[in-house]
């Protein structure tokens, strides 16, 4: 299928806003131009006229991530609002690695986010597949992101899917991390490569011309971190790359960089 709008887009109050977030809180409510199939996101507003970031869910979570999860949300989302950013999280299909569908969903909700509300800049961000995620739609529209926050991400995911399914065994969630993304993208790396290879940010990292932001933990057992130091080595002598390595850090550890993180892109973008 080819690239597609959103179709009866509808806003409305988020039902309960939590305090961190105000009251003005919105939901977005839409169906895919693709496919048809229904999704919805959430809106914090913020400067009139300002930048905008966009936050990627991480596996296993949803829209309402940055609302619900403590740790995200009482770090993330007051760095955000205090830099009166305005905030878009789409739940994006769920679990879906920024799969093709996933990827055409979150393009045609910019467009309409920048008919309807004009940002001045987007940034992107997101932690595991949300920094995962992030990574592949810098790569697949470089010329629409300011930068890029990507936290403990995958950033070759044919390898990444193997890597998983050799470890399902030990690690349970690897498994149905390795599910997710075989049935979002409808094939393994090994019966679609061109298509694994397209949605790879190390394949396509002449891409990353943003100002990008890596951080990583390197014990981490979910998404292992030599893979995004390579990515750092790679397109290190930029002004505009930065990459934390955690010595000793799990999956989780990188999460609190996210402020000093947002700060130095907010600089850079």
């Known amino acids: 299928m080819s690239d597609a709008g959103l179709k009866d887009v509808r806003l409305s109050p988020w039902p309960?806003?939590?305090?961190?977030?105000?009251?003005?809180?919105?939901?977005?409510?839409?169906?895919?131009?693709?496919?048809?199939?229904?999704?919805?996101?959430?809106?914090?507003?913020?400067?009139?006229?300002?930048?905008?970031?966009?936050?990627?869910?991480?596996?296993?979570?949803?829209?309402?991530?940055?609302?619900?999860r403590p740790d995200i949300r009482d770090s993330w989302?007051?760095?955000?609002?205090?830099?009166?950013?305005?905030?878009?999280?789409?739940?994006?299909?769920?679990?879906?690695?920024?799969?093709?569908?996933?990827?055409?969903?979150l393009h045609a909700t910019l467009e309409w986010l920048r008919d309807n509300y004009h940002p001045k800049r987007l940034f992107m961000t997101g932690g595991s597949m949300g920094g995962t995620s992030a990574l592949i739609y810098a790569v697949l529209h470089p010329e629409h992101l300011a930068g890029v926050m990507a936290l403990c991400p995958a950033v070759d995911l044919p390898s990444y899917w193997h890597w998983a399914r050799n470890r399902q065994a030990q690690i349970p969630v690897l498994g149905e991390i390795a599910s997710a993304i075989e049935s979002n993208y409808g094939a393994t790396p090994e019966q679609s490569p061109d298509l694994y290879a397209n949605h790879s940010a190390w394949n396509r990292r002449q891409q990353l011309t943003m100002p990008l932001a890596l951080a990583h933990g390197t014990a981490d057992s979910i998404i292992p971190a030599e893979p995004t130091r390579q990515l750092a080595q790679a397109i290190s002598g930029r002004a505009d790359v930065h990459y934390d390595e955690l010595p000793g850090g799990d999956h989780d550890s990188p999460l609190?960089?996210?402020p000093k993180a947002l700060e130095w892109i907010l600089r850079h973008g």
């Open 77 to 105: 989302l007051p760095a955000l609002r205090s830099a009166g950013l305005w905030i878009y999280c789409p739940n994006l299909r769920g679990n879906a690695w920024m799969s093709p569908a996933a990827a055409n969903d």
């Open 256 to 258: 609190p960089v996210f």
């Open 16 to 68: 309960a806003p939590p305090t961190a977030a105000g009251n003005e809180v919105l939901r977005i409510d839409y169906a895919s131009g693709r496919d048809g199939r229904p999704d919805w996101g959430v809106i914090i507003p913020g400067r009139v006229g300002g930048d905008w970031a966009v936050v990627l869910h991480g596996h296993g979570s949803g829209g309402d991530q940055l609302m619900t």
